[in-house]
């Protein structure tokens, strides 16, 4: 935001020079990216009068101009701008003036003519870039007068960045109360009062309170829109890189730089019946004041009369009602958003404007009224006209609601590390205009104004005083903390040894955004609760996630289509099943896809499958030493016949699979193959321990049963495990058959069990015992026959 430092010195005048006010803006929070004068550096312009302008005797595009600059004769100087003329007053550069462009004005003949200086145009003396014509000056002007005083040229433009937090500075008056609070001032009374004449009476309503809370409106008829704007109100709105409209329009400019509150008016001949504040009705059209023509949503709020909507609320006016210089009844609007209601309405239609600048940040639910008041003040000042009673829709219930905030002496010595004087403190909060109650435990209860959004809990009320001491002035102490430091069980596995376990087979990591588009929600987890943003970045980061994939899947996408085939990404995350802090689940997940291993010579291509990533994700279940099943099972986003459930006890903890040709058909994305695991639940293991390696020879001995189909091999050897043998080691299937002389529905599973003891070298009858014992468990469970 660009602002005058003389308008602010209107409200606010330290005795400090201005380099020293923009420094103390930036401490105290609100950062002056820049602080430049409104014109460079020059010498010798003063204010001159055109008194006779005839044509060059030799030129007929150039003037020859008689000059009084009040020194008792007249300057003869040659012009070439169209616009010059008799009895103008004018900017005059006399000989031994220097320009900012370093120009030193000479004596000099123009096709034979002297010429004893020059008349200035605005890009001449560094204003702006206007060459066409010279400048005219205000009649009262006084001759000779140094033009530097004259035009004001000494004021200085402050160059604000202000946080999305203070809305509340995006104003006049609002940086002016920041620098009475640093400067212990006071700020000046702003009770403006219209004069009321008239009698025109105007109704509207509001169908939505929750999202408008205060809407008022003020008919003013007979104004004369074609009247000039004053030159010092156009001088402070071009000083604050506003454009010049119309009178009418150029006041509620005006008002919205010099109090924050954003107004709009309509020309009252063109509104059809009442206005109604409410919802947009689907695919309702509007063109708007910048000439475009929108079709709304039905979550935009806007202001209609009976036959449609004429702007969008909080954000731009509609063309059918603008103000025009023939525009002679004008209807004043100020109201109150909800700035969750507004928030990114702006951008979803390719719109930036002051006003949704403003109410996305928050705007003064009580200065509305003041806001007319100023507004028809300077109406009828400017264009004239009469004025009617105000009229207002308010609902109390759906307004801000400031509650009380409690905060102790000892609270803010302790998070600011310093005690501050009690007194102090309580003059602070007089200039930061809160109301507050000093208690008898040394603690105050505290009211913030209904300008500052940003004052919800103690920590804000800390922050206040910090800054206004000054954070320069913090002193440096050694920190401390009170904090009980619970011990972290051995048999609990980090994050960083799921992530180096993946990494070491090839994975890279990934970190995607938590918030997906509704179409990537639908194909990737369709069946999980669907939390919509309220204010999404875009409509592509509209859906919190309730699955790592859809970030994996667009990251493997972006790759392929840069020409990295052979994709290997995994990401640990954040994912959403609702809105509480318990409904947040930390999960692991990957995707592969493209070639097993990059081309070699010595060896053919072979693209991943299931399996590859089965045994990845073994790996990472290796870890916690528990038992885990695989069991083939259907998912939205998976490819039937090639997906499995991962099984903790009888929970689900995860899933595997081929991602779904349907997905691969919308996205164009190749056979790939995904995987996801609830992290809390493997991230609980066993306490390491070290064991002597056996001096004594391993046996192994194969058994092959027979058992139904739909038995997996990976519960026989579970179920074998489970024993807990001693001096087994290792369980291996190597062999599955079905055909000859196997009964139908059955197959034939072959595995080899591995025996070793660190005692002694085991003998055949201790083996067959073992052996036998197992054989005995998968005839009972599972109703093996041994072959």
Same mark, same amino acid.
């Given at each position: ?56 005797? #030799?030129?007929?595009?150039? *003037? ?18 169209? #616009? ?114 008239? /009698? ?238 000093? #208690? ?39 920190? /401390?903390?009170?904090?009980?430091? /619970? ?67 667009? *990251? ?47 060896? *053919? ?20 030493? #528990? ?60 306490? /390491? ?99």
């Amino acid at each position: 935001m660009n602002i005058s430092t003389r308008w602010i010195r209107e409200w606010a005048n330290p005795d400090v020079s201005d380099s020293e006010l923009s420094e103390k803006l930036t401490m105290a929070g609100l950062e002056v990216d820049r602080i430049a004068p409104v014109a460079p550096p020059f010498e010798g312009l003063v204010v001159g009068h055109v008194v006779s302008c005839d044509k060059h005797p #030799n030129a007929d595009k150039l *003037s020859l101009c008689e000059i009084d600059i009040g020194d008792g004769s007249n300057l003869q100087i040659i012009c070439g701008a169209p #616009n010059v003329r008799k009895d103008l007053k004018v900017v005059v550069a006399t000989v031994g003036s220097v320009l900012p462009s370093k120009l030193k004005i000479k004596r000099a003949k123009l096709r034979g003519v002297e010429s004893n200086g020059m008349l200035c145009s605005e890009s001449e003396i560094g204003l702006s870039e206007s060459h066409e014509g010279i400048i005219e000056l205000d009649m009262a002007a006084t001759l000779g007068e140094n033009i530097r005083s004259v035009l004001d040229l000494d004021d200085q433009i402050i160059e604000l960045d202000i946080t999305p937090n203070r809305g509340d500075c995006f104003s006049v008056m609002g940086v002016a109360r920041e620098v009475c609070v640093n400067y212990n001032l006071s700020m000046p009374s702003t009770n403006y009062k219209a004069e009321q004449k008239g /009698s025109r009476s105007f109704t509207s309503k509001v169908a939505n309170p929750s999202e408008c809370a205060k809407y008022l409106t003020r008919v003013i008829e007979g104004v004369d829109n074609s009247a000039e704007t004053p030159k010092w109100m156009a001088q402070k709105l071009l000083r604050a890189s506003q454009q010049l409209h119309s009178p009418i329009v150029d006041i509620t400019n005006y008002v919205l730089l010099e109090l924050g509150q954003p107004m709009h008016a309509f020309d009252l001949k063109t509104i059809n019946g009442d206005i109604e504040v409410r919802s947009a009705h689907k695919n309702e059209k509007l063109e708007l004041l910048n000439g475009q023509t929108v079709s709304l949503t039905e979550k935009t709020l806007v202001i209609a009369d009976e036959k449609s909507a004429i702007a969008i609320a909080g954000v731009m006016g509609g063309m059918k009602t603008a103000t025009l210089e023939n525009s002679s009844e004008i209807l004043f609007e100020s109201a109150f958003f909800d700035p969750i209601s507004i928030a990114g309405i702006a951008r979803s239609y390719g719109l930036h404007t002051e006003a949704s600048l403003r109410f996305e940040r928050g705007v003064d639910f009580n200065i509305t009224r003041q806001a007319i008041e100023r507004a028809t003040e300077l109406v009828l000042e400017i264009c004239g006209g009469t004025a009617s009673q105000i009229n207002e829709c308010v609902d109390s219930k759906s307004l801000p609601v400031l509650e009380p905030i409690e905060i102790s002496n000892d609270k803010i010595s302790r998070v600011l590390g310093f005690d501050l004087e009690p007194s102090w403190i309580e003059s602070k909060f007089t200039f930061l205009e809160f109301e507050f109650t000093t #208690n008898s435990d040394n603690s105050w209860t505290i009211k913030p104004p209904s300008f500052r959004f940003d004052i919800r809990i103690p920590a804000d009320i800390i922050e206040e005083l910090a800054r206004l001491y000054g954070y320069d002035k913090i002193p440096v102490q050694r920190l /401390s903390i009170n904090a009980n430091i /619970s011990a972290s069980s051995q048999a609990t596995i980090s994050s960083n040894d799921f992530s180096s376990s993946l990494v070491n087979r090839g994975y890279k990591e990934v970190i995607t955004y938590s918030f997906i588009s509704n179409e990537m929600h639908e194909l990737v987890d369709p069946n999980s609760a669907k939390i919509l943003l309220k204010n999404p970045i875009s409509d592509d980061m509209a859906v919190m996630r309730s699955s790592l994939w859809s970030g994996l899947i667009q *990251s493997a996408k972006s790759n392929i289509r840069r020409g990295h085939h052979n994709a290997r990404f995994f990401e640990l995350g954040q994912c959403f099943k609702g809105t509480l802090v318990e409904d947040q689940v930390q999960k692991i997940a990957g995707i592969i896809c493209g070639n097993r291993h990059e081309s070699q010579w010595a060896g *053919s291509e072979r693209e991943v499958d299931f399996f590859d990533a089965k045994a990845d994700v073994q790996a990472l279940l290796f870890h916690s030493k #528990n038992v885990y099943t695989f069991e083939a099972a259907e998912h939205p986003a998976l490819q039937m016949g090639q997906t499995a459930k991962i099984i903790k006890g009888n929970k689900i903890i995860g899933w595997l699979g081929a991602l779904s040709p349907k997905i691969q058909k919308s996205l164009s994305m190749p056979n790939s193959f995904l995987f996801e695991v609830n992290q809390k639940d493997i991230e609980q293991g066993e306490i /390491s321990c070290y064991e002597p390696f056996s001096s004594f020879q391993a046996s192994q001995r194969d058994i092959a049963i027979v058992v139904s189909k739909e038995i997996t091999a990976d519960q026989l050897i579970h179920s074998i495990r489970s024993l807990k043998q001693d001096d087994l080691v290792d369980v291996n299937l190597f062999d599955v058959y079905e055909g000859e002389h196997i009964d139908e529905g059955s197959k034939s599973v072959a595995l080899n069990l591995t025996y070793q003891s660190i005692e002694v070298t085991l003998t055949d009858e201790q083996l067959a015992e073992k052996v036998s014992k197992i054989v005995a468990h998968l005839e009972s469970k599972f109703s093996a026959k041994l072959r």
